[in-house]
């Protein structure tokens, strides 16, 4: 069997979808890109009762590859993701209370706080809805998706990817509390939002911040020249925050 590492981190992470709260039960889904396809969480199997081999192994065209279960009956949003960005690595989807308490008012999350740039953008949207595991859900996903990694899904949850597992499932587990903080702040009054600018300068502090931090300084030692030149040049934002083919989308 191929991928064992990553088929455990895969059981690992559907397994924290209970922990954290994201999940109860066994809705929501994992997957992880791999060579040739995609692996997937099994449709209606308990995360605790998971085995390694019982993760399906996709293609990119929606093609079991090889499983012991059928996927996931939302395999085909996942497969669409990966088709469509490059970049997207590993998946989460869940239908968390705070997030699914939004999307079933259409509601996506607003900036009104300054780490809703965390997922790419100056708000998160919410994708309009449709039926779970047809073509047109998949397609309002990838959609809502632009220059985003999370996105809410009306009357059904949420969804959020990354470079790996871990960190797909930390943006859902930090869009999961803005979800919940945003809900706060209306029991009290609209918020007045951050302007495009203030959501601007966020993203570029981010861009130079944590993982990226070191990033920054490899780049600036690579090109010491043009640096010693130049002053002090952060790396274009499409190099490390945002990948080339990722929209802009604010
Ligand atoms: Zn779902």
């Given amino acids: 069997m191929r991928h064992v590492d990553i088929r455990q981190k895969i ?4 397994l924290s979808l209970n922990e954290t709260g994201l999940s109860a039960g066994a809705s929501g889904n994992v997957s992880a890109r791999v060579d040739g396809g995609f692996l997937i969480t099994p449709s209606g199997v308990k995360y605790h009762k ?3 081999e019982d993760i399906v192994f996709m293609d990119f065209e929606g093609n079991v590859i090889q499983g012991n279960y059928v996927p996931s009956s939302e395999w085909r949003f996942h497969m669409d993701i990966y088709n469509a960005r490059d970049y997207a690595k590993a998946i989460v989807h869940a239908h968390p209370p705070y997030c699914t308490a939004l ?3 259409n509601k996506g999350i607003p900036a009104f706080h300054y780490m809703v740039a965390v997922a790419g953008g100056k708000n998160i949207r919410c994708c309009r809805y449709e039926p779970f595991g047809t073509a047109e859900l998949s397609e309002a996903v990838v959609k809502a998706l632009d220059g985003r990694r999370a996105c809410l899904m009306s009357h059904h949850g949420m969804i959020a990817y990354g470079d790996n597992l871990e960190k797909a499932l930390s943006l859902a587990v930090e869009v999961e509390v803005l979800a919940q903080q ?3 702040v209306l029991q009290m009054g609209e918020p007045e939002l951050l302007s495009d600018e203030d959501m601007e300068r966020v993203m570029h502090q981010f861009w130079t911040y944590g993982d990226n931090a070191q990033k920054v300084e490899n780049e ?3 090109k010491p020249r043009k640096t010693w030149k130049t002053g002090v040049s952060y790396p274009k934002r499409s190099t490390f925050y945002k990948r080339p083919n990722e929209k802009d989308g604010m």
């Avoid at 059981?11 to 559907?14: C, P, Q």
């Fill in 182 to 184: 945003y809900q706060l």
């Fill in 220 to 222: 600036k030692r690579r």
């Fill in 50 to 52: 998971l085995r390694p």
């Fill in 11 to 14: 059981i690992k992470t559907a």
């Fill in 103 to 105: 999307a079933c008012l």
